[in-house]
């Protein structure tokens, strides 16, 4: 079983930047979907960004232009760098993957605050 870990969280002004980091106990090169979502206080967890197998990426309207997902295949790592954060940014942040027989994964989340 695949296990993700999260890490990069923390606080940051707003205007300023972060990259959290998802390392995976497996190879990602096997990984079919690759995603971060992220979970406001009070609210439902959201999509914020994926990368498929074949090197697509999506971006939810939130956060395009400003948040770029990535990989280190050599490291088995999913990154999400976030540029220009802004208070709405705040969240809990999952790294999540989809497997090779459609098992969805998910990691224990990073607390991402942006102070105004």
């Known amino acids: 079983q695949v296990r993700l870990i999260e890490s990069g969280g923390g606080l940051v002004q707003a205007g300023g930047s972060l990259r959290l980091s998802c390392a995976a106990s497996?190879?990602?090169?096997?990984?079919?979907?690759m995603d971060w979502h992220r979970q406001a206080p009070g609210n439902q967890r959201e999509f914020a960004a994926r990368?498929?197998?074949?090197?697509?990426?999506y971006y939810s309207n939130s956060v395009k232009g400003r948040f770029t997902i990535s990989t280190d295949v050599t490291n088995n790592t999913i990154y999400l760098q976030m540029n220009s954060l802004n208070p709405e940014d705040t969240a809990t942040y999952y790294c999540?993957?989809?497997?090779?027989?459609?098992?969805?994964?998910w990691g224990q989340g990073a607390q991402v605050t942006v102070s105004s």
């Open positions: 990368l498929t197998s074949d090197g697509t990426t």
């Open positions: 999540r993957v989809v497997v090779p027989g459609g098992v969805v994964i």
């Open positions: 497996g190879s990602i090169s096997s990984f079919n979907v």
